[in-house]
């Protein structure tokens, strides 16, 4: 497995270590890093560089990397990493219920905003409690359920806009 | 001259580091203290010998020190900065054991660190002084005097200083409030509340000049330090001599400093604290009896060490030199590194130090007290580390530690080392155009955008995760022993 | 032909441009690669060996006649993912839209001969307009035997189709056939029936994306097994996929070391599976917290999200997982998840892949969606699927195990070799307040305070009833665990169980519900 994803602040890079040429984000990138001494010092030969850097793992598989006087806290993912989180697509933003039950609790208002993931409603039904979430970031524009209300499968719960 | 000198250093850090260094210079056998947190610091092991204090706060514990003196036969004890070195009480403990505090009188520390006291005493020296108190609040204070007052004003403990117990009250409604919370804080803080008010400077510069006097009446002047980059009121960066200071302005500065001096017959090292306004005059705030964080910016523009000094006016040797012997050459800047995070709102930052490589080269001077491996935590202040450059000019020195900022690296947990770069970078600060509130509307930027940098830095550290990766992928396979062969077949019906 | 070097390299490299210069560039600005460019990506680097480069149409009528490109649209041979042979063949876009003519099938299927021959795993990459029509029966002739070969490989090779373009009409039923299938998000499109085709017949207006997309087919249809949003990451998946599979049903899957200590304890499983029944958790996590490495990589993670299946190592070897997710619809089995299951359980049996099955669902989905659904026949599958699976089977009741739902899921009377459960599982025929209501249904009547008795009387039915030391007593469970000694007690229990041999009566084939 010789892919990596490196996220240094907000930047994303896909770094691909397969194959003859290492390509960074699509674009060849020729580099070979030589370890210098054993607490972290390193060199990196590119084609038109050489840094000097300071490598040393950190938990959560962040790397602290000093090069010149910059500090960054790099976040290094392989494949199996990132497929340990699938990616969900959203097709649409509004909340429906999965299955005939009961509401429990709605925990969001009109015109509130809310994060993908959020928690908006509790709904109990086969003897379970299930958190309803948001499929995306939005904004709350009209909610239909209420606490101890019966619903059908696929009744309309919250209205949300999403922002994007 | 006393012969048989032994001090003791009641501090920790790089200023125990640095008067220790002096004293081995001078060959004065030294003594350290420490506590159960720093253990394994630097200064412990640099001097001769060390002695434990104990629980952390022990370096505030001034029964503990002194009997640390006598157990270790220290005849003197340097308080360095911070901690006991504004306390009249400890001064006057050490000189009640018979042993040299190694700063100025406790009657003169006593004096000064009433800060409405010693407006009183500049005033009477004819100092410029901003309006304000003459006397401490009363604990009611009537609506009609708050109304008198001019906004915004500052409301000050009595006891406090180093920017420390300072409050600001926006209008006479505020006022009552905030003084009730000063009072609280400087109850709290000193041990005292009393407060007072004074009169806030907008656009301030602070500039502050530092004095040495051997208590026999000799005062001499070593010139000013510029000290308006502050963060809350914490120094960050300072500068010898005061950027674009008109000499006009500059005299008159000395020659305060000097009334001041001499009026107190001030014995030891000494600063004396003014601020600027924006028609260029300046007002008195206090005056701080004891060596300061940012002294070496006075040691690169002078060629002296200040610590020296105090050790020969605490041995009793008159100044060895007259004003017109002290030289000002060239400029100095100084910034400090320190454990906090910008980007968390310079929460404190603790961990161990990973990497540490400090700049050098000309003209660059680093006082520290860390080393790779050193746990940092929040016990104590935040100072990591002092880069120091000198230049012949200030564009020069400017340029200097800009290239030490450079050069300096350390790992393992986040300083503002980057904001540092940023400030020096602004085109305000390269124009030395700069006021106490100039902080306060600098921005730090922490987006970077993608760079050729960037992408080498994202290859190397997939290569680093690639080579500590702990995947050992084999596409040889065991080969089934002869049971499992047989399982395997029995299961496929029929089809082979 | 001379014998001069340079005629053979330019005749190579006119084949290697496949459509031409500009072709590639169209192809390009689509967002997709060339075929040869795509076996780069997938293969480890320098060890692809083609065949067929050489491989002309041999049609005449409707222009035809007029070229033959070298390789008739595809690009077949075999090379090395990770050190191991794959047999691949990239369907090339650029030379007449990649249709299927006779000579494309034809060697399409020589080298489904060649993968099956010599026991290594086939890769499809699709990007093709469908069948030439102008070849007519021969084309069609060209599917079938790419067809017929795909059901001779099922279960001997692992098949994967990978369609990074179009596959219509018929085409599709040669991935439907292979074992998994990866579509790239955007430009990968699968339907029976095209748009246009759609739009005259039934006036239906609908787009390519919405018939027949990667979010079609990864959420709705289940045709779908991975999707990604580029090709590049897609060809990645595949790789990383492969890595848990064995080349052939006669070789064990590869072992990677993740240096995962076989004896962790597993701490965590206490705070994530939580002891009232009613509160729902991630069963991601739990399956993260018991395997090495964290590392799951999950099948259809977008489709029948009530049941989760997927791959993962204990002790360096691969097992299929397959799980309930009380997060989902309360973890409830209904078709889809009984068909999802159903299909990866075959699989991993067809290729010697142990299953480790974690339990915790209230039962069947009712309702009439369902059973006209024919739940009926799809729950079926599920357990034909696991009784007639001959793999070590190791079973662990998280928490809920009620009614047919708990026979299905591995249970010992299906077949499974080792079973254990959490100390505060419920295994009954059904949850304790539909129980007592029917048990009890004249002593909560008759009682002063009903609502009262009915509580207490499902907290008796909890601790007498449906209690683990019951099934544990009647030998139905093997051990009852800590959550704590999980991961170390089914590495052991999957230790024991690999030289397992298990006799199967002799039959053409079983006739299980379809």
């Given at each position: 497995m010789s892919l990596y994803y490196v996220t240094i602040g907000k930047n994303e890079y896909r770094v691909d270590l397969n194959g003859a040429q290492t390509k960074v984000n699509g674009k060849p990138l020729e580099g070979r890093l030589h370890q210098l001494n054993g607490s972290g010092l390193h060199m990196l030969q590119c084609e038109k560089q050489t840094l000097e850097l300071f490598l040393d793992s950190q938990e959560k598989d962040t790397l602290e990397i000093l090069v010149g006087s910059r500090r960054v806290l790099a976040k290094v993912e392989t494949l199996p990493q990132r497929l340990n989180h699938p990616r969900t697509e959203v097709n649409n933003s509004d909340l429906y219920s999965p299955m005939p039950g009961l509401i429990v609790s709605v925990t969001v208002s009109v015109g509130e905003h809310v994060e993908q993931g959020q928690t908006l409603v509790a709904l109990e039904s086969m003897k379970m409690q299930m958190q309803l979430r948001a499929a995306c970031n939005g904004r709350v524009t009209h909610v239909a359920a209420q606490p101890g209300q019966q619903v059908e499968k696929n009744a309309l719960l919250v209205r949300v806009d999403s922002e994007s | 001259?006393?012969?048989?000198?032994?001090?003791?250093?009641?501090?920790?850090?790089?200023?125990?580091?640095?008067?220790?260094?002096?004293?081995?210079?001078?060959?004065?056998?030294?003594?350290?203290?420490?506590?159960?947190?720093?253990?394994?610091?630097?200064?412990?092991?640099?001097?001769?010998?060390?002695?434990?204090?104990?629980?952390?706060?022990?370096?505030?514990?001034?029964?503990?020190?002194?009997?640390?003196?006598?157990?270790?036969?220290?005849?003197?004890?340097?308080?360095?900065?911070?901690?006991?070195?504004?306390?009249?009480?400890?001064?006057?403990?050490?000189?009640?054991?018979?042993?040299?505090?190694?700063?100025?009188?406790?009657?003169?520390?006593?004096?000064?660190?009433?800060?409405?006291?010693?407006?009183?005493?500049?005033?009477?020296?004819?100092?410029?002084?901003?309006?304000?108190?003459?006397?401490?609040?009363?604990?009611?204070?009537?609506?009609?005097?708050?109304?008198?007052?001019?906004?915004?004003?500052?409301?000050?403990?009595?006891?406090?200083?180093?920017?420390?117990?300072?409050?600001?009250?926006?209008?006479a409604e505020e006022l009552p409030e905030v003084i009730a919370a000063a009072r609280q804080e400087a109850l709290a803080a000193f041990g005292d509340d009393k407060v007072f008010l004074e009169s806030m400077v907008q656009q301030a510069r602070h500039i502050e000049v530092q004095i040495l006097g051997d208590g026999c009446g000799n005062v001499l002047c070593l010139g000013e330090r510029e000290c308006s980059i502050q963060r809350r009121r914490q120094k960050l960066i300072e500068e010898a001599p005061a950027a674009g200071l008109p000499e006009s302005i500059r005299t008159k500065l000395y020659e305060a400093a000097f009334r001041?001096?001499?009026?107190?017959?001030?014995?030891?090292?000494?600063?004396?604290?003014?601020?600027?306004?924006?028609?260029?005059?300046?007002?008195?705030?206090?005056?701080?009896?004891?060596?300061?964080?940012?002294?070496?910016?006075?040691?690169?523009?002078?060629?002296?060490?200040?610590?020296?000094?105090?050790?020969?006016?605490?041995?009793?040797?008159?100044?060895?030199?007259?004003?017109?012997?002290?030289?000002?050459?060239?400029?100095?800047?100084?910034?400090?590194?320190?454990?906090?995070?910008?980007?968390?709102?310079?929460?404190?930052s603790t961990g161990k130090i990973s990497f540490l490589k400090e700049a050098g080269g000309p003209g660059i001077r680093i006082d520290s007290a860390v080393y790779q491996g050193m746990q940092v935590s929040a016990d104590y202040d935040s100072l990591l580390a002092k880069i120091i450059a000198w230049g012949e000019n200030r564009p020069a020195a400017i340029r200097r530690i800009r290239r030490a900022l450079d050069e300096f690296q350390i790992g393992g947990l986040a300083t503002d080392l980057e904001f540092l770069k940023q400030i020096i970078n602004s085109t305000r600060f390269r124009a030395g155009n700069i006021t106490t509130t100039y902080l306060e509307e600098f921005q730090p930027s922490d987006a970077q955008p993608e760079s050729e940098l960037e992408r080498a830095v994202a290859l190397a550290a997939a290569l680093y995760a690639n080579e500590h990766h702990e995947r050992k992928f084999s596409a040889k396979t065991n080969a089934l022993d002869f049971w499992q062969h047989t399982a395997w077949q029995e299961q496929m019906t029929g089809k082979c | 032909m001379t014998d001069d070097k340079s005629e053979l390299q330019s005749l190579r490299q006119q084949a290697c441009l496949g459509g031409g210069a500009r072709r590639i560039e169209a192809q390009h600005a689509k967002g997709k690669a060339t075929a040869r460019e795509r076996i780069e990506k997938l293969l480890d680097p320098g060890t692809f060996n083609e065949i067929g480069m050489f491989i002309t149409h041999r049609a005449s009528g409707f222009d035809l006649e007029k070229s033959h490109p070298y390789g008739d649209g595809v690009v077949t041979g075999w090379g090395k993912i990770d050190g191991r042979t794959v047999y691949v063949f990239a369907q090339d876009f650029t030379v007449i839209g990649g249709s299927v003519g006779e000579m494309h099938g034809r060697k399409i299927a020589h080298l489904m001969d060649l993968a099956l021959e010599n026991g290594a795993p086939l890769i499809g990459l699709n990007d093709s307009g469908?069948?030439?029509?102008?070849?007519?029966?021969?084309?069609?002739?060209?599917?079938?035997?790419?067809?017929?070969?795909?059901?001779?490989?099922?279960?001997?090779?692992?098949?994967?189709?990978?369609?990074?373009?179009?596959?219509?009409?018929?085409?599709?039923?040669?991935?439907?056939?292979?074992?998994?299938?990866?579509?790239?998000e955007n430009t990968a499109h699968m339907f029976i029936t095209g748009p246009d085709v759609v739009r005259a017949v039934t006036h239906e207006d609908i787009s390519a994306d919405d018939l027949g997309g990667a979010a079609v087919h990864s959420q709705r249809s289940g045709v779908a097994h991975f999707t990604a949003g580029d090709e590049d990451t897609l060809l990645a998946n595949v790789r990383y996929f492969l890595s848990f599979l064995p080349s052939n049903n006669l070789t064990p899957?590869?072992?990677?070391?993740?240096?995962?200590?076989?004896?962790?304890?597993?701490?965590?499983?206490?705070?994530?599976?939580?002891?009232?029944?009613?509160?729902?958790?991630?069963?991601?996590?739990?399956?993260?917290?018991?395997?090495?490495?964290?590392?799951?990589?999950?099948?259809?993670?977008?489709?029948?999200?009530?049941?989760?299946?997927?791959?993962?190592?204990?002790?360096?070897?691969?097992?299929?997982?397959?799980?309930?997710?009380?997060?989902?619809?309360?973890?409830?089995?209904?078709?889809?998840?009984?068909?999802?299951?159903?299909?990866?359980?075959?699989?991993?049996?067809?290729?010697?892949?142990?299953?480790?099955?974690?339990?915790?669902?209230?039962?069947?989905?009712?309702?009439?969606?369902?059973?006209?659904?024919?739940?009926?026949?799809?729950?079926?599958?599920?357990?034909?699927?696991?009784?007639?699976?001959?793999?070590?089977?190791?079973?662990?009741?998280?928490?809920?195990?009620?009614?047919?739902?708990?026979?299905?899921?591995?249970?010992?009377?299906?077949?499974?070799?080792?079973?254990?459960?959490?100390?505060?599982?419920?295994?009954?025929?059904?949850?304790?307040?539909?129980?007592?209501?029917?048990?009890?249904?004249?002593?909560?009547?008759?009682?002063?305070?009903?609502?009262?008795?009915?509580?207490?009387?499902?907290?008796?039915?909890?601790?007498?009833?449906a209690s683990p030391l019951v099934a544990a007593a009647r030998g139905y469970l093997d051990d009852i665990l800590e959550p704590e000694e999980c991961r170390a007690r089914l590495i052991t229990a999957f230790e024991t169980l690999v030289s397992k041999r298990q006799a199967v009566p002799a039959r053409k084939h079983g006739n299980i519900p379809l």
């Open positions: - | 001259m006393k012969k048989n000198i032994k001090v003791l250093i009641a501090n920790r850090g790089e200023i125990a580091l640095r008067v220790l260094r002096t004293c081995r210079e001078m060959g004065i056998p030294s003594v350290a203290v420490y506590t159960d947190v720093d253990e394994l610091a630097l200064h412990v092991s640099y001097a001769n010998e060390a002695v434990s204090l104990g629980e952390r706060n022990s370096y505030l514990d001034i029964e503990k020190i002194i009997q640390a003196a006598r157990q270790s036969g220290a005849t003197a004890i340097h308080p360095g900065y911070g901690f006991l070195a504004e306390n009249a009480e400890f001064a006057k403990a050490v000189e009640e054991a018979g042993l040299t505090f190694i700063g100025p009188r406790p009657e003169t520390i006593a004096l000064l660190g009433d800060k409405l006291a010693s407006r009183q005493v500049a005033s009477e020296c004819g100092l410029p002084v901003l309006p304000g108190s003459s006397s401490p609040l009363p604990l009611e204070l009537p609506l009609e005097m708050a109304r008198q007052v001019s906004y915004p004003v500052l409301v000050k403990a009595a006891a406090g200083g180093g920017g420390r117990g300072i409050r600001l009250a926006m209008s001041l001096g001499h009026q107190l017959n001030y014995r030891g090292l000494g600063t004396v604290e003014f601020l600027l306004d924006a028609q260029n005059e300046f007002h008195f705030i206090e005056v701080n009896p004891r060596i300061q964080v940012e002294h070496p910016v006075t040691e690169m523009v002078t060629g002296m060490d200040l610590v020296k000094e105090q050790l020969m006016v605490a041995l009793g040797a008159p100044l060895r030199m007259l004003q017109d012997q002290v030289e000002l050459r060239g400029a100095a800047i100084e910034a400090r590194i320190l454990a906090e995070d910008p980007a968390q709102d310079f929460l404190p | 469908g069948a030439r029509i102008q070849e007519g029966v021969d084309a069609l002739a060209g599917y079938g035997e790419i067809f017929y070969r795909n059901v001779q490989a099922s279960g001997v090779i692992p098949q994967i189709s990978v369609i990074l373009g179009p596959c219509a009409g018929g085409a599709v039923y040669s991935p439907a056939i292979t074992d998994f299938v990866f579509m790239v899957t590869p072992e990677l070391s993740l240096g995962d200590d076989p004896n962790r304890q597993t701490l965590e499983l206490r705070g994530l599976i939580p002891i009232e029944p009613q509160q729902p958790y991630d069963i991601l996590e739990v399956i993260r917290a018991l395997v090495d490495g964290k590392e799951f990589l999950q099948v259809q993670s977008s489709y029948a999200t009530n049941i989760v299946v997927g791959f993962a190592r204990l002790n360096g070897r691969t097992v299929g997982v397959i799980a309930n997710q009380p997060e989902v619809l309360a973890g409830v089995i209904d078709i889809n998840a009984s068909d999802k299951s159903a299909r990866f359980i075959r699989f991993c049996d067809a290729f010697h892949i142990p299953l480790l099955t974690l339990v915790d669902t209230p039962g069947f989905m009712p309702g009439a969606e369902q059973e006209n659904g024919g739940i009926i026949r799809h729950g079926a599958k599920m357990i034909y699927a696991y009784a007639e699976a001959t793999v070590p089977k190791v079973a662990l009741i998280l928490r809920k195990a009620y009614g047919g739902a708990y026979i299905v899921m591995s249970s010992k009377h299906l077949g499974g070799d080792i079973n254990f459960a959490l100390p505060h599982a419920e295994i009954a025929v059904m949850g304790p307040e539909g129980a007592v209501n029917v048990v009890f249904r004249k002593e909560i009547e008759s009682a002063g305070a009903p609502e009262q008795k009915r509580a207490q009387l499902a907290q008796l039915y909890r601790e007498e009833l």
